[in-house]
């Protein structure tokens, strides 16, 4: 897990962090791959197409430099935008896992979680602040349960 994130979290929020962070770890090492390799691809084909075209102009000879440098760069960009689309099914889990968390609550009435769950859906972008503010309530709820 993140330790810069979880840092002076609970630690009811921080199991919960690790859960996703293990249900996503192997997709997540799968788009680091992919941009490890899509960058240096796409730079060192786009920096020698320019000097090539721009600096030394254009001739029959360097055709076939050309075109590698072309296939470098067009290899590149299919991995960048692989590396992308694997990052949306990183965010897709977590946002099922999210969801599904909520659902399987005992402490909290369906009327919040399905404010929870509507939240969560409405704006991806939040929903891991969304999931804070739940974990937070079920875990007041538990307490006043317990007591």
């Known amino acids: 897990m993140n330790q810069f994130m979880s840092k002076g979290m609970p630690t009811f929020i921080e199991k919960e962090l690790e859960i996703i962070d293990e249900l996503v770890k192997p997709k997540?090492?799968?788009?680091?791959?992919?941009?490890?390799v899509a960058i240096p691809?796409?730079?060192?084909s786009i920096i020698n197409l320019f000097f090539?075209?721009?600096?030394?102009g254009h001739g029959q000879d360097m055709m076939l430099a050309l075109g590698l440098y072309a296939l470098?760069?067009?290899?590149?960009?299919?991995?960048?935008?692989?590396?992308?689309?694997v990052n949306k099914e990183i965010q897709?889990?977590?946002?099922?896992?999210?969801i599904k968390r909520i659902k399987d609550s005992e402490h909290v009435n369906d009327y919040t979680k399905d404010q929870y769950i509507n939240?969560?859906?409405?704006?991806?972008?939040?929903s891991m602040q969304t999931f804070f503010n739940?974990?937070?309530e079920e875990h007041r709820r538990k307490k006043m349960m317990e007591n």
């Open 28 to 36: 997540l090492k799968k788009s680091s791959k992919y941009m490890l």
């Open 41 to 44: 691809l796409l730079s060192i």
């Open 52 to 56: 090539m075209l721009v600096i030394q």
């Open 72 to 85: 470098l760069g067009a290899i590149g960009a299919a991995l960048y935008k692989e590396s992308k689309h």
């Open 92 to 98: 897709q889990i977590g946002i099922n896992h999210i």
């Open 119 to 126: 939240n969560v859906k409405a704006k991806p972008k939040f």
């Open 134 to 136: 739940f974990l937070s």
